[in-house]
């Protein structure tokens, strides 16, 4: 695990140190976290580090070769919201998939014409809605969900 220290690192994948990351979950006794091994904690701070990446909008990086979001132009430091966000979200990825498909719903209809009947069924997504309301909520002062299924977050410096 490569972390973002600010600089614009071009190969860093996460923007929290697995130590901050146990830092906060003890602070909170959250047991859980800790049970997990090294591996299992780090591959969840960078899978939370990727979803956030892509889900949301912060602004303009500080240069083309860095590998994260962050940092943007003129800024040398990690917002403590971005790394509470991404810690909580890795909270969550030690025990589901971040980027499982939404449900479906379905629908069945059935026409009868005398002795003839037809059914067909019919499956669509459900309306998309923001799955990680508490991540949003972190993040509200310095992004924005790329989804139109959540109101807008403008960005503050």
């Not at 990825?93 to 037809?118: R, W, Y």
């Amino acid at each position: 695990m490569i972390t973002e220290t600010g600089a614009g690192l071009p190969d860093a994948n996460c923007y929290v140190t697995l130590a901050e990351a146990d830092a906060y979950f003890a602070d909170r006794h959250r047991t859980a976290w800790a049970a997990a091994s090294d591996g299992a904690r780090e591959g969840a701070l960078i899978r939370a580090t990727d979803y956030i990446d892509s889900n949301y909008r912060f602004g303009d990086s500080a240069t083309a070769a860095q590998a994260l979001a962050l940092p943007l132009i003129a800024q040398t430091t990690i917002p403590a919201a971005l790394k509470k966000a991404v810690i909580e979200l890795a909270f969550i990825a030690l025990a589901e998939d971040l980027v499982a498909p939404a449900p479906a719903s379905i629908t069945e209809t059935e026409k009868k014409l005398g002795s003839m009947s037809t059914k067909v069924v019919y499956s669509t997504p459900d309306t998309p809605r923001d799955r990680f309301e508490v991540i949003t909520a972190i993040l509200a002062r310095i992004a924005r969900p790329r989804s139109s299924s959540v109101s807008e977050i403008r960005l503050l410096p």
